[in-house]
C-alpha cells in the first residue's frame, strides 16, 4: 500500500502528515527544527518522518509522494524562489528526502497554495473547480484554482493577493516593502493596527491585546460594544470587499474561501462581508459565495501532498 508525506516548513517546526492515496490523514508529526542547511538538521527531519510513517506500519519505500510547502514563491515548474522568514537549503534538503524515501516523487508548493489545494482535495472547496482563497492570518496569502488546476505563474507570485495595492495614500510600509498592500488593513494584525490607530485618535484605552496579532480580542471587544473595535473590523472588512470584488473581475471565481486564523470570528463577520462586497462588484458577480475554510493549520500538509501525488501520477 502506498502512501504520501505532506509536509509544511515553517520557521521554527516542521508540521508533518502521513496520508493515505484517497486523502485520509492517518497520523501527525510535529518536528522542531532550527535552520534547514546542514547534514545534521536533515537527517533529524527524516529520522522524525520515519518515525511518523512507522506509527502507520509503514516503511520508507512505501511513500510514493511527498509534497513540502513553503513560505516563499514556487512557480509552475516546481521551482523555488526565496525565502524571506526561514533558513532552508531547498536543494539539498529534497536530496536528504530523496535519500530516505527513494520511491517517493517530491514538490515544492507556496503554503497558501497548499493550502488551497488542501481545501479543493478535502475541504470547503471540494465541490468547486473555479475558487479563490484567501488567507487571513499574521499575514495575507491566497491561492487561485482555475478549472481545476492551481494558477502558480511565471514566477511563482501568482495568488499573493495580500499585496494588492489598496489604499495608495497609505504612510506605513507593508513587509514587502511597498505601501498600502491589502495585508496591512485585512490581517490578523491589520486588524489591531487599525484598532490601536481608532483608539489613538479617540484617546480612548485599548482592549488587553496579547500581541500584534491578537484580532480574537478586537473580535471579542467588538461585541461587548467597543465601538473603535467596530471601526476596525468594519475598515478591514471594507478593505477586504473591495479586494475580492476587484479580484472577481478578473477571475470570476465560483467561490471565495477565507481561510487563516481570522476565520475563527467568520461567524461574526460574514454578513457584513457579504454586504460589503456586494456593493462593490460586477453585479453579475453578487451571488458568488464566501464560505468559511474547514481544515485549518492542516490545509497546507493536504495540499501539498496533493502536489505531490499529481506530480507522481
Given amino acids: ?75 509552475a515548474k516546481g521551482e523555488v524562489g526565496f525565502f524571506p ?34 481545501e479543493m482535495w478535502m475541504g470547503a472547496a471540494k465541490l468547486y473547480e473555479n475558487f479563490v482563497m484567501l488567507t487571513l492570518g499574521t499575514g495575507v496569502g491566497g491561492g487561485i484554482v482555475t478549472n481545476g488546476q492551481l494558477v502558480a505563474g511565471h514566477v511563482g507570485a501568482a495568488g499573493e493577493l495580500g499585496h494588492l495595492t489598496m489604499n495608495p495614500d497609505e504612510t506605513e510600509t507593508c513587509g514587502c ?27 480612548a484605552m485599548p482592549c488587553p491585546l496579547s500581541g500584534r496579532s491578537d484580532s480574537y480580542a478586537v473580535f471579542q471587544a467588538m461585541g461587548a460594544g467597543d465601538p473603535q473595535a467596530k471601526w476596525a473590523i468594519s475598515s478591514m472588512l471594507e478593505y477586504l470587499a473591495r479586494a475580492m470584488a476587484n479580484i472577481a473581475c478578473v477571475v470570476d471565481p465560483e467561490c471565495f474561501v477565507i481561510g487563516g486564523g481570522v476565520v475563527g470570528s467568520f461567524d461574526i463577520f460574514k454578513d457584513e462581508l457579504k454586504q460589503r462586497y456586494q456593493a462593490h462588484c460586477l453585479s453579475v458577480c453578487k451571488d ?10 492542516q490545509a497546507g500538509m493536504y495540499g501539498a501532498a496533493m502536489c505531490a501525488l499529481d506530480k507522481e501520477r
Fill in 1 to 75: 500500500m502506498g502512501y504520501a508525506l505532506g509536509i509544511d516548513v515553517g520557521g521554527t517546526s516542521i508540521k508533518a502528515g502521513i496520508f493515505t492515496l484517497e486523502g485520509d490523514l492517518e497520523a501527525t508529526k510535529s518536528i522542531p527544527t532550527d535552520e534547514l542547511t546542514n547534514e545534521a538538521a536533515f537527517a533529524d527531519v527524516t529520522s522524525a518522518l520515519t518515525d511518523l510513517i512507522g506509527t502507520c506500519g509503514a516503511k520508507p519505500e512505501d511513500i510514493v509522494a511527498l509534497g513540502l510547502d513553503v513560505p516563499g514563491p514556487v512557480n
Fill in 85 to 118: 522568514n526561514i533558513k532552508l537549503d531547498a536543494p539539498r534538503f529534497e536530496r536528504a528526502l530523496k535519500g530516505a524515501f527513494p520511491k517517493a516523487v517530491t514538490a515544492f508548493i507556496n503554503d497558501a497554495n497548499a493550502a488551497a489545494l488542501g
Fill in 177 to 203: 516593502g511597498r505601501k498600502g498592500c491589502l495585508e496591512q488593513y485585512a490581517s490578523a494584525s491589520g486588524i489591531v493596527r487599525l484598532y490601536k490607530q481608532a483608539c489613538e485618535v479617540a484617546n
Fill in 288 to 297: 458568488i459565495k464566501i464560505v468559511p475554510a474547514t481544515l485549518g493549520n
